[in-house]
């Protein structure tokens, strides 16, 4: 069998380098000719755990290629995957489709033979129909299936993920392509996988109906931590007593900053969009929409209010800036909102991130850049945690508290034992769990 992947970011590339290692041969193309030559240099451009040694043990199995001349590759190929990207359209919040379409149009004129045409992109219902237009225009007598096969993994465990998915989706109603899917997914099929067949219409709603719940999910478990604050109660129990309920499940029950990343905030919204267009409203995804952007902001308030009202003239330090551990993307991060509203609020912000600084100095500005946690804090009134990178977790917290000029911690991941801050005589704020003063140990024993 042979693919080609066209797209090699986030799930290009993991798809690529998966598929090749199940014996599939890959050529991934991308137009960022700047990618394609570092990735032919053996560089892998973006950060993810395990990405490198896949890919080098797969080209050097003579089983991976890139390539930034997509004609070539597609007309090899039995299966096109297009896995481009599909950020939101500035201005009113629908996919952008643009490089979909664009990759669409590429496509169309190097294909040879029967191909499989495959929409791996997060990609609104009807997309596939499209798709399908765009190839039969321009090749009316050529032969080909368009599939939707939406893409589930998430980075930091992108590999493993596709690796060993919950299921996957292949949205087409024809027998032949879906015999070239199952040929792709035969060592998936092997460990026994489910795979789910459908239309390619609810294929793609499958995808964005799945993003929806879990930023809901998300969403619901922040303001319920948001209400245990108000009540003296500890989120981290009522997460732990509603998730072992197995009608709930343990997942995603984790209260933060707020969602961020490359999916759930442009899915959502993108959702939200096509359901209005077509007069059937999801008001639930609307209102996690509007919760979500609100609070990224109120946290820059719950810093401020940690470090007594104002923080004019003082120095916050900031640990972690990507929207969660082990990746460097950046995509709607919940620090791009918080940072700019603490400098607006008259602080200077001192930043560390052991992995997304790269793509964190592109986006913000007015930041004091730092090599380490510990140089961050140096001089600080209050450490800020943004994203719980495991190097975070074990601070040596009498270290961090001799080099702070206060010693006020807010935790937003909530990944340190708040009577352990406390005992160390910090000011402790996290979320849903009651602020902690160290004077308030002293009074009323251990909390
Ligand atoms: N990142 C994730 O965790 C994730 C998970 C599931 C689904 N998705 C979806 O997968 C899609 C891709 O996301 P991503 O994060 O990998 O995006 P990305 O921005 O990291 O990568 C997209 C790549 O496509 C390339 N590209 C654009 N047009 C092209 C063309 N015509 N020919 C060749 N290359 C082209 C770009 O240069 C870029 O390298 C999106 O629809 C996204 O919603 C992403």
């Known amino acids: 069998m042979r693919v080609a992947m066209i797209g090699a970011g986030y799930v290009g590339l993991v798809s690529a380098a998966c598929f090749s290692e199940f014996g599939v041969d890959v050529t991934c193309v991308d137009k960022d000719t700047d990618k394609i030559a570092r990735l032919e240099g053996g560089e892998i451009p973006i ?46 919040g629908h996919a952008d489709l643009t490089y979909v379409y664009g990759a669409a149009e590429e496509v ?16 609104p219902v009807g997309t596939g129909d ?35 998915p919950d299921r996957i989706v292949i949205g087409t109603d024809s027998e032949r392509a ?39 999910k998300i969403t619901f478990v922040n303001e319920i931590a948001d209400l245990c604050e108000s009540l003296a109660a500890d989120v981290h129990d009522v997460a732990r007593g509603m998730g072992l309920d197995g009608r709930i499940g343990r997942k995603f029950l984790h209260p933060g900053p707020g969602y961020g990343g490359s999916c759930f905030p442009k899915d959502t919204v993108a959702l939200a969009r096509t359901a209005e267009a077509v007069g059937a409203r999801l008001r639930i995804v609307e209102t996690v929409i509007e919760i979500n952007a609100t609070r990224k902001k109120r946290m820059a308030d719950k ?56 793509e964190a100095k592109k986006l913000l500005d007015g930041v004091v850049w730092c090599g380490s946690a510990y140089e961050t804090v140096a001089g600080a009134d209050a450490l800020a945690v943004l994203t719980e990178w495991n190097e975070f977790r074990a601070l040596d917290l009498a270290r961090l508290k001799s080099l702070m000029r206060a010693p006020v911690i807010c935790d937003f991941r909530n990944i340190y034992n708040p009577s352990q801050v406390a005992a160390a005589g910090f000011h402790y704020s996290s979320i849903g769990r009651p602020a902690i003063r160290p004077s308030a140990l002293s009074n009323e024993g251990t909390p």
Do not use: H, W
């Not at 294909?111 to 992109?121: N, P």
């Not at 990507?322 to 912000?349: E, W, Y």
């Open 47 to 92: 950060f993810e755990p395990g990405l490198a040694d896949l890919v080098s043990s797969n080209v050097n199995g003579g089983r991976l290629k890139f390539s930034s001349d997509l004609a070539p590759a597609v007309a090899g190929a039995n299966a096109v995957f297009v896995a481009v990207g599909t950020p939101s359209r500035r201005g009113d």
């Open 178 to 216: 879906r015999d070239v899917m199952r040929q792709l997914y035969r060592v998936l099929y092997l460990i026994e996988t489910p795979i789910v067949f459908t239309s390619r219409r609810t294929a793609e709603v499958i995808k964005y109906a799945s993003n929806a719940f879990l930023a809901t």
């Open 130 to 164: 499209e798709i399908e237009r765009i190839l039969r225009t321009s090749r009316p007598e050529g032969t080909f299936d368009v599939v939707s096969n939406p893409e589930f993994l998430r980075e930091g465990s992108a590999i493993n993920d596709f690796m060993r």
């Open 303 to 358: 810093i401020i209010d940690a470090c007594g009202g104002a923080i004019d003239g003082k120095a916050i330090a900031v640990l972690g800036l990507t929207f969660k551990p082990n990746t460097d993307d950046m995509r709607d991060a919940p620090s791009l909102a918080i940072i700019p509203a603490l400098i607006q609020a008259g602080a200077s912000v001192r930043v560390f991130d052991p992995e997304g600084m790269a």
């Open 108 to 123: 169309a004129s190097a294909l040879d033979g029967y191909t499989v045409v495959v929409t791996k992109s997060t990609v």
